[in-house]
């Protein structure tokens, strides 16, 4: 199956700085979504992004499909961005399968 | 994202007992999704429902057993469970694919039943 590895596995900011995650996935992909997971284990959408490029507040992310990679940015950094991110990836037939996951602390 | 309702939020169930977790959406979505998901790990595919047909399952112990009784209802139903079985259990739903487009659409999720066998 898919491959799909996210780094930094672990980042800790002070509140307000910027930072970037990255996904790497080793094949072609239909789909690839962006969660927030919360201490309580909620998984938020945060973005759908196969391609192309999107920004929701302080959040944005980039996909180049042709180079099998995303990218998360957040800028200015609160407490309660702090949690775990995910991608996840669809290449055939509704099968998703998550990255590794990058845990994000934001500290104040 | 609580479109996708989960019940029970909690479970805590003996290695002799039989119990089952509850998944409801109301969005007119035809794929639904079972994941598990241990501490520290990302969510792991167990079983997929397109059209309330069994289309995916990823080589899952047959204690447990999914079931799709409608297009909005998803049980997965729990026997002889052992205690490396806890974890976060995890349902979600996606749109049926647009006609004629190569778009799929993304995944919601419940908010999941944390499930502990003692």
């Known amino acids: 199956g898919i491959q799909v590895e996210q780094s930094p596995p672990d980042l800790i900011l002070q509140e307000g700085a910027n930072s970037t995650l990255r996904c790497n996935f080793s094949d072609s992909v239909n789909n690839l979504q962006w969660f927030h997971q919360n201490p309580w284990g909620q998984l938020i959408n945060l973005f759908y992004?196969?391609?192309g490029t999107k920004q929701n507040g302080r959040l944005s992310a980039t996909t180049v499909a042709t180079e099998r990679y995303s990218l998360l940015y957040i800028s200015s950094s609160q407490t309660t961005d702090s949690g775990v991110y995910f991608c996840a990836v669809e290449n055939t037939g509704n099968q998703f399968y998550f990255g590794t996951g990058t845990s994000l602390t934001v500290i104040p | 994202d609580t479109e996708v309702t989960q019940t029970p939020k909690h479970l805590v169930m003996g290695m002799t007992n039989k119990k089952s977790l509850k998944c409801e959406q109301h969005m007119g979505h035809r794929a639904m999704y079972w994941y598990k998901q241990k501490a520290k790990k990302p969510p792991e595919l167990m079983f997929v429902y397109s059209y309330e047909k069994l289309s995916i399952n990823e080589s899952v112990p047959s204690r447990f057993s999914p079931e799709c009784p409608n297009s909005s209802l998803l049980n997965l139903h729990l026997h002889a469970l052992q205690p490396e079985d806890s974890a976060l259990y995890l349902c979600?739903?996606?749109?049926?694919?647009?006609?004629?487009?190569?778009?799929?659409?993304?995944?919601?999720f419940g908010n999941g039943t944390r499930l502990t066998v003692t």
């Open positions: 992004i196969p391609s």
């Open positions: 979600a739903s996606s749109p049926p694919l647009l006609r004629g487009s190569v778009d799929n659409s993304p995944l919601h």
